[in-house]
């Protein structure tokens, strides 16, 4: 059963409408398809002018909501595809409370939470490859035990229903990454990041976007998923799709991928209700 939880539109910096990612997920016989469009966030936080698209997406969220909720009333009483209305929202330290105002605003089924930025620096941008790259070894796992940290703080925050893509620090550098994670630090991280996860009841997404990234690798790595599926804490399957191309991409490698961890089951929200329903 296809379910794709995390999928993002012109509204932002995706490049179709709402209505041609569904259309890309019924062709692809996805059975339930969720809109996690970006949040706005706080002034303070920006891509810089060539790569940040705020503008539009403040201006024209109401319009997001919209068109989200037209396909939900058109399809979900049908038998062909459930339409979701969701939010990926970036964490940001401080401001727990102006998160919550706007989620208040908003009759969302579920949130997503991600962490893109460490402090004001959004990390995940292809211009920043070269700073990356001139990172040494040991600022490179700064960085990764300092974006950890904030995944905590987001998790902690209790506002999220899933932890999306938990390992997309290794955007740029999964090579140094792999290195690191095998360290007996990371593996006290991951557990601590994980039991945090289980404690808030939240699931933990499995994406197919980070094959499409210069990592070339799934997120969670095998190290994550495994202690995941030890704690038995439940799997959400992501494209996070920006062309409708992508919608539900590389599905059954992912499929694949968590059944070798022992999963049968998969979540997805309605209404801040977890749902399971077989791989």
């Not at 939880?5 to 062709?27: C, D, Q, V, Y």
């Not at 620090?169 to 140094?176: G, V, Y």
């Not at 920006?242 to 979540?267: I, P, T």
């Amino acid at each position: 059963m296809k379910i794709d939880i995390h999928t993002h539109t012109h509204f932002s910096h995706g490049k179709n409408s709402p209505a041609e990612m569904l259309k890309s997920a019924l062709e692809k016989k996805v059975k339930v398809l969720g809109f996690s469009e970006h949040s706005p966030r706080p002034k303070d936080f920006s891509y810089g002018e060539k790569y940040d698209y705020q503008e539009k997406l403040v201006k024209k969220f109401p319009d997001y909501q919209k068109e989200v909720l037209s396909l939900q009333e058109k399809y979900n009483e049908s038998n062909e595809i459930q339409v979701l209305f969701g939010i990926e929202q970036d964490f940001f330290p401080g401001y727990e409370k102006w998160i919550s105002d706007f989620f208040s605003s908003y009759n969302f089924d579920y949130k997503i939470g991600s962490v893109h930025f460490l402090g004001n620096w959004g990390f995940d941008v292809s211009l920043d490859i070269a700073k990356w790259e001139a990172f040494s070894a040991q600022e490179k796992h700064k960085k990764y035990e300092e974006y950890f940290s904030l995944v905590n703080k987001m998790i902690d925050s209790g506002l999220f229903d899933v932890a999306a893509h938990l390992d997309l620090i290794k955007i740029f550098t999964a090579d140094e990454f792999n290195k690191w994670k095998k360290g007996s630090e990371a593996k006290a991280i991951f557990e601590n990041t994980l039991q945090k996860t289980k404690e808030k009841g939240m699931s933990l997404e499995i994406s197919s976007a980070g094959l499409r990234k210069p990592c070339r690798e799934i997120y969670p790595c095998k190290e994550i998923l495994e202690i995941a599926s030890e704690m038995k804490i439940p799997i959400s399957f992501a494209s996070d799709a920006h062309v409708a191309l992508d919608v539900a991409c590389d599905f059954d490698l992912l499929h694949e991928y968590a059944s070798n961890f022992g999963y049968k089951e998969q979540a997805y929200f309605k209404k801040g209700e977890m749902i399971l329903e077989g791989i």
